[in-house]
Nanobody, 115 residues
């Protein structure tokens, strides 16, 4: 079993940078992908960014050049640095780990971008 604990998030004005982190614990084998998904009110959950345990990132087109994901492998922790935030980025952000064909999810953290 894997547990994911998210931190960060909150309410900020447009353009203010914000960071999220997600720490994984439990039975974690080598070779996994962790990432962030988000769900805005009335919309489906969508991919934001993922990173493999080897450090290969992938970004949604909507956040390329604005968000940066990186991993602290020894701690099984990922970070999402967000800049250029816009009201459209408002959503609940969920941490995800894909390990051995199983998806694990965090409880989510709310990010609100508003002036």
């Amino acid at each position: 079993q894997v547990q994911l604990v998210e931190s960060g998030g909150g309410s900020v004005q447009p353009g203010t940078p914000l960071s999220l982190s997600c720490a994984a614990s439990g039975s974690i084998a080598n070779g996994y992908t962790m990432g962030w998904y988000r769900q805005a009110p009335g919309k489906q959950r969508e991919l934001v960014a993922t990173i493999t345990s080897a450090g290969t990132p992938k970004y949604a087109d909507s956040v390329k050049g604005r968000f940066y994901i990186f991993i602290e492998k020894i701690a099984n922790t990922i970070y999402l640095q967000m800049s250029g935030l816009e009201p459209e980025d408002t959503a609940v952000y969920y941490c995800n780990m894909l390990l051995g064909g199983t998806n694990y999810w965090g409880k989510g953290t709310l990010v609100t971008i508003s002036s």
